[in-house]
């Protein structure tokens, strides 16, 4: 790739981001424009803005490089990352909205009348913060790495860096037309390349017909392998290797590998010829990491129990994205529940377009970036397709818009995650010190993330995001569901609950994290259980919440009434939603 | 890996620690055991920090829940099986054994609010088990009436534990007055909003109407614009329901009075208004931007000669929004603001800064009152802070309510 047009293709995302951020306010100096300047965000624009905030690094780049690795199966993500609007927009919007409250915690506070509740909610948030902004941490390395040459570690600390100074500093001032830029912009870096992209697929004289069997490099390709990994060969195939292969030491020498399993010393280059079928990746554990019918759904995942793992992920999706601390402040930006409603249904929209884009990427990455496979770094496939594809000036040009909306991609969501888990900590974890205190927050919220994604970047950016999201399914849905559609919740309940369901998702997710386990948990059901934990922590937490309730029975909250209707009933009755026109004109 | 291993055991170690850190929080002031002092001091000590425990819930008046934590947390004081707690007739809490006993306990509190003396009586029970042998029944006095009464019940009837009811019920009569004084104190800011709505009117009024009639032989047009925007003006003003408004509504009213105010002065007056629109859902006190205008207006048009420049910015800040009104009039002295803020200057003089002052600093805490920046002839920037979210004023306008 061009390193000079993704720097300034990268630079030019950065600066107008920070020029609409400081400008896009509305201003007037007439009092006859007043008016227009105090009229409240349009659905459709906060829409753009929640979809800007949400896209994250997982869905521009995680999703593809899935699909390109492990197939259809993995269309799950981007289903599910648009179907959790749909139950937010059901159950969940307009009451929320409704009730007056910026952040989860404030909802507990409001429905629960409990302080308790509240921090409880508030540590949950910052936890789901932290395992969400994770990952865009690492897509920022990948990213600016790709684009400049700089090591990994490299992007992720700079983006922390550029993202806590913009927070600590007072923050976007006009975060809502900033969002929507982002959101155009992503659109825009993922649409453009894909029709050039498949322009240049149809007019291939060999158009996709293998998708079936193992993927063959198209043209004469170099794969320089970053760290060791081990290979499987099922038939004998032809190299040359300057580096080290199974120990020994060659120096463009020619190499006939023999089925079986062979180990690839990290920083060896190998060169394949056109047609060479693309050797398998071995993952760590024994479990093969390439699906050999990519095609075919549920026949031969990493995981031992497909079927069960593509619930884990729905469940986790479809009830995990009420539970997203930066995305709910922005449904505070609605006047009201009607139109936080019809911004959700206008989310559903535009979320659900943009994610028809990133499998058509992951799907040519697979016929034409195989060696990603082989790599293992299949989170690049968006990054470098132009290149591969359209090539020459174009495919630079291409290239870098992608580059600059994969910066949008993880710098929005970065500053949203950032902002949102600084001011919960602020305001109910750390104790009060004053406004120094919320650039200490700041400062807290991101070097946590920093530190374990420098000392860890081998976890996929989706499945990071996987785990966030069943966390906040487990811990938050709950809540919100049981909150506001139930009269019969309690604090002690809704505690319990959070913290049974919450702590055990956690729990398991931290287990996952933690890297192949030797024992029992490292393989079989256990395994599975703890990697896609939804399943389980979901249910378990609505059953703690309804049955303590149900047991502190006589702990319901005096005010529950008052709140509920406030919840439920419309702000004002219909057809009253404008300001009166006929002016001057009262009734008693 | 390293650093993932280290998070599995971070995460919840984390948890722990924040729940932890809250916890002790919350309870800073809990006794223990390292005391130095004589047995005296210490049941001094003793007495003293189970009464403070007992106050924060008594002060939300005479309820329920208030009640029950009351009971709970007044029970160590005495050395009796069961402590309760009755409004009127009607029990509120019990705390301890024996409430098989509470319809004996209930037929001497009737005599209790009857008599309004204190009084002792026997309970015979079948029970051998049971602790309960004596009772106790004091009334609970605010303003000379008795609203309810605290019933002590336990195996001795000794002199003193009948003075320690006594005192006890005494100590809780004292909450629930100073209960009694918060619900008028709010009522009291009530009424000033009221008042505050009556004192829009007269000057501002007049000069309006004056400034209207001007226009109606040489712009008719304008004229009745005029007219439209001083009676949705004022029917704003006048609005009778709800003690909060949205920042969108505030504005607009800001509009119609500067169109008014701008009939009368023309081009001397010049707005910016600079607005996030994320902030305009925001919910804020009723009138709490106007009068704030109207000072501003005051300051720059009518003590000066000069071209008067008003500002008004709302920014988003997170969880908070950020309201500023910035004017180049006049100024003020900076003590003499600060009597006026105290209430101490003279009545008529920036009832309005004070009044929206004691407001913010009634509905979202001290910390959030006005913050202003003046001195002579500098002109004047009020600042002001609005949290997003008002869980506490929600929840003392339903108490209020449900008092009402």
Known sequence: ?588 | MNGLALLAAGAPVLFAAGLGAGRLLARRTHPDGTDHGTPVERATFHTLHTASMAAPPLRAGLTEDAARKAVRRLRPLFATAALGLTAEDRLLAWDGPGRHHTDTALDRVRQVLATGRPQTFTVGCPDPDCPVRRGAVAPLTVDGRVLGALVVLGSGGSQSVVRATEEVARWVSVQLELAELDRTRTGLIEAEIRALRAQISPHFIYNSLAAIASFVRTDPERARELLLEFADFTRYSFRRHGEFTTLAEELRSVEQFLELVRARFGQRLQVTLQIAPEVLPVAVPFLCLQPLVENAVKHGLEESVERSRIAITAQDEGATARIVIEDNGVGMEPDRLRRILRGEGSPSAGIGLRNVDERLRQVYGDEHGLVIETGVGAGMKITMRIPKYRGGAQRSSRHRAARG
């Open chain 1, 1 to 588: 790739m061009n390193q000079a047009y993704g720097i300034v293709a990268v630079s030019a995302a950065v600066v107008a981001t920070l020029v609409i951020g400081s400008t896009g306010l509305r201003i007037s100096r007439t009092t006859s424009d007043f008016y227009v300047a105090s009229r409240t965000v349009p659905p459709y624009l906060n829409a753009m803005a929640i979809s800007g905030e949400y896209l994250s690094a997982a869905s521009f780049l995680g999703i593809a490089g899935l699909v390109a690795a492990q197939g259809v199966e993995m269309l799950w993500f981007p289903v599910g990352y648009a179907a959790g609007y749909l139950v937010l927009l059901v159950f969940v919007a307009a009451p929320l909205r409704r009730s007056g409250a910026y952040t989860l915690p404030d909802f507990a506070d409001s429905r629960l009348e409990s302080r308790a509740a509240r921090r409880v909610a508030s540590v949950l948030v910052v936890g789901v913060g932290w395992l969400y902004l994770l990952p865009q941490l690492q897509g920022a390395g990948l990213t600016l790495g790709l684009v400049t040459g700089a090591p990994r570690w490299l992007g992720g600390v700079l983006v922390a860096v550029v993202v806590t100074l913009a927070v600590a500093a007072g923050g976007m001032r006009s975060i809502t037309f900033v969002q929507a830029f982002q959101y155009c912009l992503k659109l825009t870096a993922l649409l453009v390349p894909a029709v050039f992209l498949v322009l240049a697929w149809h007019g291939d004289p060999r158009p996709a017909g293998a998708l079936d069997e193992p993927p063959a490099f198209r043209r004469h390709t170099r794969v320089t392998v970053e760290t060791t990994v081990l290979i499987r060969i099922e038939a004998p195939l032809r190299t040359v290797v300057s580096g080290a292969v199974d120990g020994r030491g060659y120096d463009d020498g020619r190499l006939v590998l023999e089925p079986g399993v062979h180990e690839v010393r990290g920083g060896t280059t190998l060169r394949f010829a056109p047609g060479t079928p693309v050797p398998e990746r071995e993952s760590g554990d024994g479990r093969r990491d390439g699906a050999s019918s990519w095609a075919a759904p549920l026949s031969g995942g990493r995981d031992d129990h497909p079927l069960y793992t593509t619930y884990g992920l729905i469940f986790a999706t479809f009830l995990g994205t009420m539970g997203l601390p930066h995305v709910l402040v922005r449904f505070y930006t609605n006047p009201d529940g009607r139109a936080a409603r019809r911004t959700t249904v206008i989310v559903l929209a535009l979320v659900g377009g943009f994610y028809l884009l990133p499998p058509l990427y992951g799907l040519l990455g697979r016929i034409y970036a195989p060696d990603l496979l082989l790599t293992g770094t299949t989170d690049a496939a968006v990054l470098v397709l132009p290149e591969r594809l359209v090539g020459g000036l174009g495919g630079d040009l291409l290239g870098a818009l992608v580059a600059a909306g994969a910066c949008a991609a993880f710098l929005s969501t970065a500053s949203g995650l950032t902002l949102s888990v600084a001011g919960v900590l602020s305001q109910d974890v750390l104790p009060s010190l004053g406004v120094r205190h919320f650039r200490l927050a700041t400062l807290l919220a991101v070097a946590v993330p920093v530190t374990v994604s420098v000392a860890a970047s081998k976890l996929p950016v989706a499945n990071a995001v996987g785990l966030a999201f069943a966390v906040a399914a487990s811990s938050f849905c709950p809540l919100l569901l049981l909150g506001i559609w139930w009269r019969g919740l309690t604090a002690p309940g809704a505690i319990a609950g959070l913290l049974t369901g919450g702590g055990s998702a956690l729990a398991a997710v931290a287990l996952t994290i933690a890297g192949p386990l030797t024992g029992p948990l490292s393989d079989g059901w256990a395994h599975t259980l703890l990697a896609w934990p939804a399943v389980w922590s979901v249910p378990l937490g609505f059953l703690t919440m309804i049955l303590v309730s149900l047991a502190t029975r006589d702990r319901i909250p005096a005010g529950t009434e008052a709140v509920m209707a406030r919840l439920h009933l419309p702000e004002r009755p219909t057809g009253q939603d404008a300001p009166p026109t006929r002016r001057g004109v009262t009734t008693p």
